[in-house]
């Protein structure tokens, strides 16, 4: 993203990303079901498979991207390697990342055990089940057009500190919550999400020369979807050992990990952009 609009238009740019992809989430399975039911699920798959070769075209219509100056061509092991390398020494990106184990931790409780909660325990139908994971998406959308309008007027890891605990603390009560107070909640558990993962994408570009910043996302990428390899699993397991309390022992395992990553790894004072060469603004 920063490479096709800029370094400062990449906030903007992230945003609105997020905030169409959280849109279309929300959307697509409505525009599914209703496919479904005009042509026949056979002829859904038709259309599917029309979109993606549609989609395929657009891409090849656009012009091709310049390679960074500078940048070196490396093997993928190496250059997830050098990425993770920049990841973890960088103390505001460091601290992003182990928010996000946070977010994970959270964001895994509510995809596996949501279901289980709304069909199972409270016994109401698949139409609710959407809805309340409609709530979810559009928190996330709702977040992603705030990142947007505030811009750098708050410095990215408070974003990320807010979310981490919005979403860690909206899921303690969702093993008692009505269906109601459970909208609510997981409504503020999508800003939550999204408060972590989208000021982290932005943090990357504003702290990584250019030149490594490919590496640096690739890298990013393969850590981020490593939490949820291993939350998912927890996830799971908390559904099936304790199903009367799994949101309330895994939002307690969130704040407690968000509690030990702010005590002992919070930025202090002002952290330096490597990307830009002079002081930033990343203290909490």
């Known amino acids: 993203m920063p490479l096709v ?17 959280e849109l279309i989430n929300i959307i697509g399975p409505g525009l ?12 859904l798959f038709f259309v599917d498979a029309a979109s993606f070769l549609l989609s395929g075209l657009l891409i090849l219509t656009l012009p091709a991207l310049r390679a960074a100056q500078g940048e070196d061509q490396r093997s993928t092991w190496a250059g997830i390697r050098d990425g993770t390398a920049r990841l973890w020494r960088d103390p505001p990106i460091r601290f992003a990342l182990l928010l996000e184990l946070v977010a994970a931790i959270a964001g895994a409780l509510i995809l596996v055990n949501t279901v289980t909660r709304i069909q199972g325990d409270l016994q109401l139908s698949e139409a609710t089940y959407g809805w309340v994971m409609a709530a979810y998406g559009l928190g996330a959308t709702l977040a992603s057009l705030v990142v947007g309008f505030v811009g750098k007027r708050w410095p990215r890891t408070r974003f990320i500190l807010l979310g981490g605990l919005i979403t860690s603390v909206a899921i303690l009560p969702g093993n008692i919550a009505p269906l109601p107070v459970i909208l609510i909640l997981w409504l503020l558990a999508g800003v939550g999400q999204n ?32 939490w949820y390899a291993l939350t998912y ?39 330096g952009s490597p990307a830009a060469g002079g002081p930033g603004a990343e203290s909490i």
């Open 233 to 271: 699993p927890v996830a799971g397991w908390l559904g099936t050992r304790v199903p009367q309390a799994n949101f309330l022992v895994g939002g307690g395992l969130a704040v407690a990990l968000l509690v030990v990553v702010v005590v002992a790894l919070r930025p202090q004072g002002k952290a």
């Open 32 to 43: 599914a079901g209703a496919t479904a039911a005009l042509l026949g699920t056979r002829n």
């Open 5 to 21: 609009v800029g370094q400062d238009e990449a906030g903007p740019a992230f945003a609105l990303s997020s905030a169409t992809t």
């Open 195 to 226: 408060w972590v993962n989208l000021p982290a994408e932005t943090l990357l570009a504003e702290r990584t020369e250019e030149a490594a910043q490919g590496r640096v996302y690739g890298a990013h990428f393969a850590w981020s979807h490593l």
